[in-house]
């Protein structure tokens, strides 16, 4: 979204063929519990928006660091890529690698889905979460609903959902939410954090942080700061990403 955002015309609304595409997916998650895709850099949440239509946003992570206390995680690089179709809807593909291990972190595809109602937009991520770790045996679900209020002074984005993990044995579910607030100015946006997370009735994972997204023209800067508030949670986590957008018309 521009930084002079203002809210759509109803004009803007997809017509029935989306809205069919979108009841599928409803319909498809409710075959599995519902959990999170990886949101939009530097954020765990993501918003309820899709990339113009015919338009590649790339988006590139130099690193992410996890530490928990005596150990330290790295992930680098990170690749995330979203591509813009016609009446709101989004195709996703997101891939983290571990210089450790040598073999990716973690890698899913999938497709968003957005209505815009005035200031108010709500939508739909689904992903599936692909068998790219040594010893991942079949496929996995995430799905969430999301939410975001959009206005000149700030953004409100509420995401909830959870997962069917079938890429392990035993295949695991979970849940999470999160909100994120972001106050727009003129060439940055600064955003607050809260996320949480819950996996087989583990004790939850509840982070808060935030984060800058930094527009320098043709490409963006995001930096992003997080804290565990809980014992399952990482310590401190950062990261920080370069991300631009390539039209395809």
């Not at 939009?40 to 993501?46: A, K, L, M, Q, W």
């Not at 979203?82 to 595809?109: C, H, Q, R, T, W």
């Not at 497709?111 to 109602?117: A, E, G, N, T």
């Amino acid at each position: 979204m521009p930084m002079g955002w203002s809210a759509p015309a109803l004009g803007n609304v997809p017509k029935k063929g989306t809205l069919g595409l979108a009841r599928f997916f409803v319909l498809a998650t409710q075959c599995v519990h519902l959990m999170p895709a990886f949101a939009f850099p530097p954020y765990r949440s993501t918003d309820a928006d899709t990339a113009d239509p015919y338009t590649l946003e790339l988006r590139v992570g130099l690193g992410k660091v996890e530490q928990e206390r005596d150990e330290t995680e790295i992930l680098t690089p990170l690749l995330r890529t979203n591509f813009g179709l016609p009446n709101n809807i989004e195709l996703i593909s997101e891939f983290e690698y571990v210089p450790k291990e040598g073999e990716l972190g973690d890698g899913a595809m999938g497709v968003k889905w957005v209505s815009f109602h005035g200031a108010l937009s709500f939508g739909i991520e689904t992903l599936a979460l692909l068998p790219v770790r040594s010893g991942d045996d079949g496929v996995g679900v995430e799905s969430q609903l999301l939410a975001t209020f959009w206005s000149n002074r700030v953004r409100l984005h509420v995401n909830a959902g959870g997962s069917h993990d079938a890429r392990i044995s035993p295949a695991e579910d979970g849940w999470r939410a999160s909100v994120l607030a972001e106050l727009p100015r003129e060439s940055y946006r600064p955003g607050v954090e809260l996320f949480a997370k819950e996996v087989e009735n583990a004790p939850a994972d509840v982070r808060a942080g935030a984060g800058l997204i930094y527009d320098v023209g043709s490409f963006d800067i995001r930096a992003g700061l997080h804290a565990g508030l809980t014992d399952t949670a990482p310590d401190v986590s950062l990261s920080l990403w370069i991300t631009t957008k390539l039209p395809f018309r």
